[in-house]
């Protein structure tokens, strides 16, 4: 992955249990991990790379990533089958979203384009 001069070139998240994280994000949206020791897991096939620090619960904060669907209500029901809570959907100019946390507490949301856009 190429790195650009001051654009976002990595996320990460707190998260309790790996395990569990790493079979939420795996199944609800298909990310793959790279394990970096006991303590931490790499993802890639998110358009972003990341990772995820274990061991730490996250703290609510102002951030919010936002994961892009072609799908929105095909990727709502993998959030929630994989064990996601969604907690707030919104309607805006040019589109549509929806909040949840995953099994973390990690607070993200989804969104599409307005059909007509």
């Not at 303590?39 to 790379?49: D, E, I, P, T, V």
């Not at 919010?64 to 929630?80: M, W």
Request: a negative charge.
């Amino acid at each position: 992955m190429t790195q650009t001069d001051n654009h976002i070139d990595y996320v990460e998240f707190a998260a309790e249990n790996l395990a569990a994280i790493k079979t939420f994000y795996s199944e609800a949206f298909g990310w793959v991990f790279e394990d970096w020791g006991p303590g931490y897991a790499s993802f890639s096939g998110s358009g972003l790379a990341g990772g995820f620090r274990g061991g730490e619960a996250p703290v609510p904060g102002s951030t919010l990533v936002i994961l892009y669907a072609d799908d929105l209500d095909a990727a709502e029901a993998r959030v929630a089958a994989a064990g996601g809570t969604v907690i707030e959907r919104e309607d805006f100019p040019g589109g549509r979203r929806f909040h949840f946390h995953d099994p973390a507490g990690n607070r993200l949301a989804v969104w599409t384009k307005a059909e007509d856009a």
